[in-house]
């Protein structure tokens, strides 16, 4: 079996500035196809990660598609920029290996979670995530963007009503007036009054949620080691799970930070690669590793990870911030490793951004997700979406 065909695409959705999904799909003259997704398709930086697709693309056109380990060292060694490379490189490798790792599922006829060793879970707890933009009403986008304490409560009582019982929020993305923060706001040691807002909000959370429901406390690197400190002091008081991203990830500035807390450190979406990680593990210096499929080299680069951080007592929570396509990706993933913690369900899931781009899109059901069980990765794009991308690229033998 060899790779024929590279379709690559980036698709329209109901706010294409939030997040405009980068795929493939490999087609193979056995007529099997898989499909992929690259993980910069929010923020800024999905036309590099669409180039860096094609690309790679070139590459690997022509081989067998079975042998994934084979095609990601050449991809990750024979593009120059490859090796010790970023997100640019690391979403288009994780594009192509996510879609080959659909493939060989479907050629063997079984599940991907199958040849990465078997369950270990039936089914995933889950947190309801990001619920400072919401949690509304599944294919509804005007979700109550939190401000007030009141917000706050409001949308953690949504969450917990449907059967979770862990959240993720931030509490320092807007001000007191609803304006979002800027880096001069978030960055140095932080006043006073920023410290009451930040500890009203996580006041009324906590109390929203009660004591048997699990908090991560998310903070997007935004903050600085000094901020992040504060913050992290604040949070024990109300008995916060995880401080996620406290700030640019560095080993030096994470070991300040982990000097002076309890709470354990939660990072990985800025980390693009076991080399990377290798370092935060030895150090002890994360607690709770976040790997992207998207934008950490795919399946196969991620389940290194996972290995990996398991020998360091690290538990593993994939981040999942793309299409539903993403969703299945990680499930499979996390089902087969013994480090497993929680699973990331991103109120952008639920919008109607995430409609009308796949077969499926899953949903947590009581806080927990089921594992699919089609062969393959058990999902992928629909035809529609992709006769409507914004950009579109062939590469053939």
Partial sequence: ??????????????????????????????????????????????????????????????????????????MYKKTFWGQNGGPVVFSGIAAIDVALWDIKGKYFKVPVYQLLGGKVRDKLRTYASQLQFGWGQVGV????????????????????????????????????????????????????????????????????????????????????????????????????????????PTTQTVEYIAKYTRVPIANGERLFSRWQYAEYFTKNLLQLAQPDIGNCGGISEVKKICDMAHAFDVGIQVHVAGSPLATNAALHV????????IHEHHTCNRMDTCLGLTKYNLQPENGFFSIPEEPGIGNEFLQEAIDKATLYKVIEC
């Fill in 334 to 341: 996390e089902c087969a490793i013994p480090n497993f913690i």
């Fill in 141 to 248: 986008s005007e979700h109550l963007w939190a401000v007030t304490p009141e917000d706050y409560a409001h949308n953690v009582k949504l969450a917990v009503d449907e059967g979770f019982d862990a959240i993720k929020i931030d509490f320092f993305d807007r001000d007191e007036g609803g304006k979002p923060l800027s880096f001069l706001d978030t960055t140095g040691l932080l006043t006073p009054k920023q410290l009451k807002m930040v500890e009203a909000r996580m006041k009324a959370s906590r109390e929203a949620a009660g004591d048997d429901v699990d908090i991560i406390m998310e903070n997007h690197s935004y903050p600085d080691a000094l901020g992040a400190v504060q913050l992290a002091q604040l949070a024990e008081k109300y008995h916060i799970m995880a401080f996620e991203e406290p700030n640019t």
């Fill in 1 to 74: 079996m060899k790779i024929t065909k590279i379709e690559v695409f980036r698709l329209p959705t109901a706010n294409s500035r939030q997040n405009s999904p980068i795929g493939c799909r490999i087609h193979t003259d056995a007529g099997i196809c898989g499909d992929g997704e690259a993980g910069m398709a929010y923020g800024v930086g999905g036309s590099a990660a669409f180039g860096m697709v094609c690309d790679l693309a070139e590459l690997i056109v022509g081989m067998n598609p079975l042998q994934t380990e084979l095609i990601w060292e050449t």
